[in-house]
């Protein structure tokens, strides 16, 4: 035991003082995100790169579990006219991930996509740890799609600490490197919302591999992010030095129909997704469950310009007090947005 808690402490150890000296080295690359955003003249919504992949992705990315959640409530039909109007629009990095209402998101997203398939570049995600449920995870997805390749597949909801061994130790590693050669994925990332260390894990255990490191990860960026278990100061300035795409998400706080931080008060939808896009990331899903939510945020990002630091510094110091407590990001503080697949992966009740 003091032996597990010495390692722990070592790691911790290293892994802080890998972020400090991160932070210090990414500061040109943090500006240089912001500097390569375009215009949007070419498609309506200004792009950024995403990591060294060499891929430019709308600023805007349309959220998938939110997609399918709007098929349900209001209709297929309005689902996929909500869809199409977003690329019309210049919204071309889509969403989605295996579980996602059971695979339904999946599935009508595939219809929307028939026709335009070449226009949008594709995210989902595998919820497997292992070889033979992440093969199948893949099969499933380009099956409900329609498609045969995913242009970006990440590890679903790394929200557990021994989920990034588990990922490596039962083979589910093995088989996105494997979809990579296959051409069925043309990048690979993960994704996770509960603690900055689990990222630090599952960037430390792929230095393991050979020639390869993440394309892309995705994380919680929020005014509150700042103060509690911080992402976008702890995991941001170490993708940033090894070129790895950030991803934004929960930029409202988590939550249906309107987000925990809008309908608390506690900022407004416009200063929250400004405050994110105003950080290094490449691309921040949104939750769209209606004509509303995406005529909203295509304002907002047409019309973006990044926060000054005195506007981001007063952005923060206003919300410090109901930030450090975790109260409005309950992703990370309690398992109230853990996925059910994934709490019967570790034995929790659903």
């Known amino acids: 035991m003091l032996r597990q808690k010495a390692n722990r402490r070592d790691f911790l150890r ?30 309506g919504i200004p792009t950024r790169p995403l990591g060294r992949t060499g891929e430019r992705v709308s600023i805007i990315c349309l959220g998938g579990w939110h997609i399918g959640r709007c098929a349900q409530v209001h209709g297929e039909r ?14 071309t990095f889509w969403d989605n991930c295996w579980d996602y209402q059971m695979g339904y998101s999946e599935e009508v997203m595939g219809k929307a996509l028939q026709g335009r398939r070449d226009k949008v570049f594709l995210m ?29 597949w990440q590890f679903h909801e790394l929200v ?26 043309r990048y690979v990332g993960f994704t996770g919302h509960k603690d900055p260390r689990i990222h630090l894990r599952m960037l430390e255990l792929v230095k393991q591999a050979k ?36 991803i934004g998400m929960k930029s409202l706080g988590g939550g249906y129909p309107k987000g925990r931080l809008v309908e608390r008060g506690v900022a407004t939808a416009e200063e929250c997704i400004r405050y994110a896009l105003s950080l290094p990331i490449s691309s921040l899903v949104c939750g769209i469950v209606s004509m509303r939510d995406l005529e ?10 990044p ?10 110091a206003r919300v410090r007090n109901e930030a450090t ?16 697949y994934h709490r019967r992966q570790h034995g929790f009740d659903v």
Request: hydrophobic residues 40%; contains cysteine; charged residues 30%.
């Open 211 to 246: 020639d390869f490191d993440w394309h892309t990860s995705q994380m919680p960026i929020n005014i509150m992010d700042y103060h509690y278990r911080s992402f976008q100061n702890e995991i941001v300035p170490i993708c940033l030095q090894r070129g790895i795409g950030v």
């Open 307 to 316: 926060m000054s630091l005195d506007e981001k510094q007063a952005l923060r």
């Open 124 to 152: 989902t995600k595998n919820c497997n740890r292992d070889y033979r449920g992440s093969k199948k995870c893949l099969e499933d997805s380009l099956r409900r799609f329609r498609t045969d390749y995913i242009d970006l």
């Open 325 to 340: 407590d975790g109260r409005h990001e309950l992703f990370k503080s309690t398992k109230a947005f853990d996925g059910p």
């Open 78 to 91: 309005e689902a996929i006219r909500i869809m199409h109007r977003a690329l019309d629009e210049g919204i």
């Open 296 to 305: 909203q945020d295509i304002k907002i990002a047409r019309n973006f310009k």
């Open 160 to 185: 557990y600490d021994n989920d990034p061994d588990w990922i490596f130790e039962k083979g589910g590693f093995r088989a996105a490197m494997e979809a990579l050669k296959e051409g069925k994925v």
């Open 14 to 43: 290293l892994a802080t003082g890998t972020a400090a000296a991160a932070a210090a080295a990414s500061l040109s690359a943090a500006d240089a995100i912001l500097l390569a955003q375009d215009d949007g003249a070419a498609t």
